[in-house]
């Protein structure tokens, strides 16, 4: 099992906006290819404006099998564009996590 772990970092004053589109426009494709987000949470506390969301899969072919369909969705692809015109979005990080032996993911 892995997960994958992303932190998006947000333009000042336009983090309603990223999750507004986000939620209307790439949640529902992700949910059809990935599933349910394992967690999905903005920063409270520490640097603001920050997205973070954990993705659970069998292994990397999982993921990259399940990503590569998404990616090929119109819908998703419709969803960049917005995403793109709406520069609301200053970069991102991508981390492939594994378990430790004595957690047991739900």
Known sequence: MI???RTYNIKPNR???FLETYERLALPVQRKYLGEPYGFFVTHIGP??????????ENLADRERRRDAMEADPEWLAYRRV????????DMENQILKPVPFF???
């Open 83 to 90: 995403a793109l015109e709406e520069d609301t979005l200053v």
């Open 104 to 106: 047991v993911p739900r």
């Open 48 to 57: 603001l404006s920050r997205v973070v969301h954990l993705w659970q899969y």
């Open 3 to 5: 997960f994958d772990h």
């Open 15 to 17: 983090l309603a906006t």
